[in-house]
């Protein structure tokens, strides 16, 4: 895979890790550098593939599920904006794209869930003040609390309805019981392009409510942009595959006609018919 290296192969599936990722690596350790002593470096360091842990994770429930139903997966590729699994179709029924979708969000959920029992003995406070300091124990409950809320945003974001995202397939699924597969990629493609231009706008709007504070975020016009461009892309592939069904359809319908010869007529012995 172009620019993207193989780390790896787990449950069978090859992964890839694309060479932005280390670009996040360098901003996170540059930051940190700035504010912070060594000790917060390093845990800055640290938390970067933690966090891609988490997300390979992600791809790996999507993956497993999908495999329960015969859906086989090519790779997983993680990059700067989350991971890619490419599965070798979307499943026959609406409902085994619906469990495959919510089951990257579940095990996102379930790792916080975790992480909120392993959190327990550095307090809970929503954001502790305590964990500012630079004991060992106040870096490891930091650490531990950014994983735990990283994975909750992970889940509930790749929750909304913006197709391809995950809660995007959940409402192509849920659409695609009464309006078919075609129609449903259509609807669901046309509200994913709508929250695209949205998101950019939705994210420094609710850090704004959280802090008080504006905020521009690059990452969300990235993020904004493939959404866009996977939604039409997927959509496109859907009609063609429907165009081709159809055409084999309409081709299996008209009946063979076979071939009749007639054969001439023998002149009679006394030269009449």
Same mark, same amino acid.
């Given at each position: 895979?172009?620019?993207?290296?193989?780390?790896?192969?787990?449950?069978?599936?090859?992964?890839?890790?694309?060479?932005?990722?280390?670009?996040?690596?360098?901003?996170?350790?540059?930051?940190?550098?700035?504010?912070?002593?060594?000790?917060?470096?390093?845990?800055?360091?640290?938390? =970067?593939?933690?966090?891609?842990?988490?997300?390979?994770?992600?791809?790996?429930?999507?993956?497993?599920?999908?495999?329960?139903?015969?859906?086989?997966?090519?790779?997983? !590729?993680?990059?700067?904006?989350?991971?890619?699994?490419?599965?070798?179709?979307?499943?026959?029924?609406?409902?085994?794209?619906?469990?495959?979708?919510?089951?990257?969000?579940?095990? #996102? =959920?379930?790792?916080?869930?975790?992480?909120?029992?392993?959190?327990?003995?550095?307090?809970?406070?929503?954001?502790?003040?305590?964990?500012?300091?630079?004991?060992?124990? #106040?870096?490891?409950?930091?650490?531990?609390?950014?994983?735990?809320?990283? #994975?909750?945003?992970?889940?509930?974001?790749?929750?909304?309805?913006?197709?391809?995202?995950?809660?995007?397939?959940?409402?192509?699924?849920?659409?695609? =019981?009464?309006?078919?597969?075609?129609?449903?990629?259509?609807?669901?493609?046309?509200?994913?392009?709508?929250?695209?231009?949205?998101?950019?706008?939705?994210?420094?709007?609710?850090?704004?409510?959280?802090?008080?504070?504006?905020?521009?975020?690059?990452?969300?016009?990235?993020?904004?942009?493939?959404?866009?461009?996977?939604?039409?892309?997927?959509?496109?592939?859907?009609?063609?595959?429907?165009?081709?069904?159809?055409?084999?359809?309409?081709?299996?319908?008209?009946?063979?006609?076979?071939?009749?010869? =007639?054969?001439?007529?023998?002149?009679?012995?006394?030269? !009449?018919?």
């Amino acid at each position: 895979m172009f620019s993207a290296w193989q780390v790896g192969k787990l449950f069978g599936i090859p992964v890839y890790v694309h060479w932005s990722c280390l670009l996040l690596v360098v901003l996170a350790l540059g930051g940190a550098w700035e504010q912070s002593s060594l000790p917060h470096v390093l845990a800055s360091a640290a938390l =970067v593939p933690a966090i891609f842990t988490c997300v390979l994770l992600h791809e790996f429930g999507h993956c497993l599920t999908a495999r329960a139903y015969g859906i086989r997966t090519r790779d997983i !590729t993680l990059c700067a904006l989350g991971g890619v699994a490419r599965l070798e179709g979307l499943g026959k029924r609406p409902w085994e794209e619906l469990f495959v979708a919510l089951a990257g969000p579940a095990v #996102n =959920v379930a790792i916080a869930f975790v992480l909120t029992l392993v959190f327990l003995p550095f307090g809970m406070g929503l954001v502790p003040r305590e964990l500012n300091g630079e004991t060992t124990g #106040n870096l490891a409950g930091s650490f531990v609390l950014t994983l735990l809320a990283a #994975n909750l945003l992970l889940g509930f974001f790749n929750l909304l309805p913006a197709f391809p995202m995950d809660g995007g397939r959940v409402l192509r699924s849920l659409l695609q =019981v009464r309006l078919g597969r075609l129609r449903a990629t259509e609807l669901a493609a046309r509200i994913g392009l709508v929250l695209a231009v949205l998101i950019p706008i939705l994210g420094p709007a609710g850090w704004y409510l959280l802090s008080g504070e504006i905020q521009f975020m690059p990452i969300l016009v990235f993020v904004a942009l493939f959404v866009a461009y996977a939604g039409q892309r997927e959509l496109w592939a859907v009609r063609r595959v429907e165009e081709e069904r159809a055409r084999q359809e309409e081709e299996e319908a008209i009946p063979e006609v076979l071939p009749v010869e =007639v054969a001439a007529p023998t002149p009679s012995r006394n030269g !009449t018919e």
